[in-house]
Nanobody
Framework: QVQLVESGGGLVQPGGSLRLSCAAS????????MGWYRQGPGKQRELVAQ???????KNADSVKGRFTISRDNAKSAVYLQMNSLKPEDTAVYYC????????????????WGQGTRVTVSA
């Protein structure tokens, strides 16, 4: 089993920045992809960004140029640097971990953190 613990959420004004952190523990050898999802009020959960063990990243169009995902394999941690935050970024952000399951790169997200709330408001 893998445990994921997020930190770094909070209240920030529009245009501000936050950095989310996620620490993984347990059977981390079973992970080759980590990422961040979010679920805003009345919205479905959506993938924000993902990063493979080799450092390949993918971001949602809505956050390109503003959010950056990174990982520290030595610390089994993943980070999400969020800049130029907008009110529509308000959501609970979840750390996720999983494995690539086929040659097309499909990912099975198997482990989830409890979430950290980000509120962007003046």
């Amino acid at each position: 089993q893998v445990q994921l613990v997020e930190s770094g959420g909070g209240l920030v004004q529009p245009g501000g920045s936050l950095r989310l952190s996620c620490a993984a523990s347990g059977s981390i050898f079973s992970i080759d992809v980590m990422g961040w999802y979010r679920q805003g009020p009345g919205k479905q959960r959506e993938l924000v960004a993902q990063i493979t063990s080799s450092g390949s990243t993918k971001n949602a169009d809505s956050v390109k140029g503003r959010f950056t995902i990174s990982r520290d394999n030595a610390k089994s941690a993943v980070y999400l640097q969020m800049n130029s935050l907008k009110p529509e970024d308000t959501a609970v952000y979840y750390c996720a971990a999983g494995r690539v399951v086929n040659v097309e790169g499909a990912i099975a997200w198997r482990h989830w953190g409890q979430g950290t709330r980000v509120t962007v408001s003046a």
